[in-house]
């Protein structure tokens, strides 16, 4: 089971890239075993506080352990992968 | 055009720039790792929360804020209490344990949203960042963004319209302004703090580079961090020559002596005794102290070689009396090393004591040995601040320096001093005829005549003598006395 959290603003590029990069590797590669919770930290500011995020957007595996944290637009689907410690051979 | 300022609240700092931080703006504040950037903002929050009920967002960019509180502890600010009554807000922005990677471009729109919504919830007048240098290092492989995210940042600052102070690191005390060039985009106000090892010996001072469109002191002033009242500035630049002179003469407690400086010293004035070891200056300001009495003065000794029942012995060796001054509460005596604490240290000590006891004269025995505290300028600045603080005050102050050679010479305690004092008085051995002899000569008084002969000088059970000159002989301040033939 893979629990994210991906805090975003509103609709900038750099939010929707990564909500969308993201939605598909669930997609591929999770077969539905996963939890993605979107924050938009103009909505939910004191959730951005409680993690203290102060890069836009990030995204935190929190499940598995250890907790990790990957920021930017995740345009580059290989290093996101890696990143989230999801083989890119996973079925 | 002369910007608005907004009151710190650290009297030293708002005495030397001219009022205080330029109001609702962003004032850089530089310097090496260890030189108290995150003191000097938390100084400033603290100060304004105790003295002005101006509310403050400390944001950490590096230290995690649980040991930030740890270490302002110690100066008494309650940040605990402030941060429950919402004068006082963290912003956490220091690096998480967890690992991060960066994919991709991205913004610092949540940290500028979280600043704002801080500042917003406490009406916030003054906001400190520290330190912007390790938001670089976070993300080191993006240091592109992270500048043009920055100067979004400054821009957030100036909207919200708080003073702000944001610290960032530099690697060479003198050099480059900051680690990552981010003087290129926060470039009015520049205020630059150094910790520099010189001679074994630290030595703080801050400068203030530049305040556009106000005016400030220039040039790097001396500071100390203290206990009580953390950041203390020396101002030495702000100092000026406006003392008022006296024409009212008090007296060395020697009263051939003040014959010799035509009826005292001067109320206010600066006065040096010089002479190598053994040569009677602890006598002369024993005799200072005990001249106290003529008019019931305030005497303030400070000694750093001797305890105070050396020098209480001393005294009595000489018919002086300091248990009986004490008593009067005419006197009060203060022994140190000078060893165990910095120049500055000592001068805000002193400072504190005059406030309290408010003396009349100043002794000090030796300066010599508190030269040893602080490296050469360090001593030269503490030297002016020192002498232009008891002008101020008109307070009389009389000190000792020692001289290196047993007969003759001067030392670089003097050459650092004797520009500054209004009279010097020498102590020398004069070898004669197979026989140590003491010799004492007004070398200099200023706005006054004084006696121009080397006379001889001896210490008795009655204290000090002062004899006739020494007729027929030369070259007793070089070392080498020899008769000469009286036509």
Same mark, same amino acid.
């Given at each position: ?11 900038? #590029?750099?939010? =929707?890239?990564?909500?969308? /990069? ?7 590669? %999770? !077969? ?24 836009? #957007?990030?995204? =935190?595996?929190?499940?598995? /352990? ?7 637009? %995740? !345009? ?16 | ?487």
């Amino acid at each position: 089971m893979h629990v994210f959290q991906l805090f975003i603003n509103g609709h900038s #590029p750099n939010s =929707i890239e990564a909500v969308d /990069t993201l939605l598909k590797i669930c997609e591929e590669k %999770l !077969n539905g075993n996963y939890k993605l919770e979107i924050i938009d930290i103009q909505k939910d500011p004191d959730k951005a506080e409680e993690a203290g995020i102060i890069a836009i #957007p990030t995204l =935190i595996r929190m499940m598995p /352990t250890p907790v990790n944290r990957i920021i930017g637009a %995740l !345009n580059v689907r290989s290093r996101v992968l890696a990143g989230l410690g999801i083989s890119s051979m996973h079925v | 055009m002369n910007l608005k300022k907004l009151e710190t609240g650290n009297a030293s700092f708002d005495h030397i720039s001219h009022g205080g931080l330029p109001l609702g703006r962003t004032t850089l504040v530089a310097g090496s790792s260890g030189s108290a950037k995150t003191l000097f903002g938390a100084q400033f929050l603290a100060m304004g929360i105790e003295l002005f009920d101006q509310a403050g967002v400390f944001v950490t960019f590096e230290e995690q804020i649980d040991d930030i509180r740890k270490n302002l502890k110690s100066f008494n600010w309650d940040i605990d209490t402030w941060e429950k009554e919402g004068k006082w807000i963290f912003v956490d922005a220091a690096p998480k344990e967890e690992n991060v990677v960066a994919v991709g471009d991205f913004d610092l729109s949540a940290f500028r949203v979280r600043l704002e919504r801080a500042v917003q919830r406490c009406k916030a007048q003054r906001v400190v960042i520290d330190s912007i240098g390790s938001i670089f290092t976070q993300f080191h492989e993006e240091t592109h963004t992270i500048r043009r995210e920055l100067i979004q940042v400054a821009l957030t600052l100036s909207r919200l319209g708080a003073t702000s102070i944001i610290t960032a690191e530099r690697l060479e005390e003198y050099g480059k302004i900051t680690r990552f060039g981010v003087e290129e985009f926060l470039t009015d106000n520049v205020v630059i703090l150094r910790n520099v090892l010189h001679n074994e010996k630290r030595r703080r001072t801050i400068e203030i580079l530049k305040f556009r469109g106000s005016n400030h002191e220039k040039g790097e002033n001396p500071f100390t961090i203290n206990p009580e009242k953390a950041i203390v500035i020396i101002p030495l630049s702000a100092m000026n020559l406006k003392h008022i002179s006296s024409n009212e003469r008090i007296t060395s407690g020697i009263p051939a002596l003040d014959d010799m400086i035509n009826g005292g010293f001067y109320k206010g004035s600066i006065n040096l005794v010089s002479g190598a070891i053994g040569a009677g200056k602890t006598l002369l300001i024993a005799n200072f102290v005990n001249g106290a009495w003529e008019k019931k003065e305030r005497c303030l000794l400070l000694a750093f070689e001797e305890s105070n029942e050396q020098l209480n012995r001393n005294a009595a060796g000489w018919g002086i009396d300091f248990n009986q001054l004490e008593e009067e509460g005419l006197l009060k005596v203060i022994c140190v090393y000078p060893e165990i604490s910095s120049l500055e240290d000592h001068f805000i000590n002193i400072q504190e004591v005059v406030k309290d006891f408010k003396p009349d004269r100043i002794a000090i025995d030796s300066l010599s040995a508190l030269s040893r505290a602080s490296s050469d300028k360090g001593f030269r600045e503490f030297i002016i601040a020192f002498t232009s603080y008891l002008k101020h005050h008109e307070i009389t102050g009389l000190f000792t320096s020692n001289t290196p050679l047993l007969a003759g010479g001067t030392s670089d305690t003097e050459g650092n001093i004797s520009p500054i004092t209004d009279s010097i008085i020498l102590l020398r051995y004069v070898e004669m005829n197979g026989e140590m002899q003491r010799s004492i000569a007004v070398l200099k008084m200023r706005g006054s005549r004084h006696d121009s002969s080397i006379r001889k000088f001896s210490i008795t059970d009655e204290g000090a003598k002062i004899g006739k000159h020494f007729a027929g002989i030369s070259g007793i301040l070089t070392g080498n006395p020899m008769l000469i033939k009286l036509e």
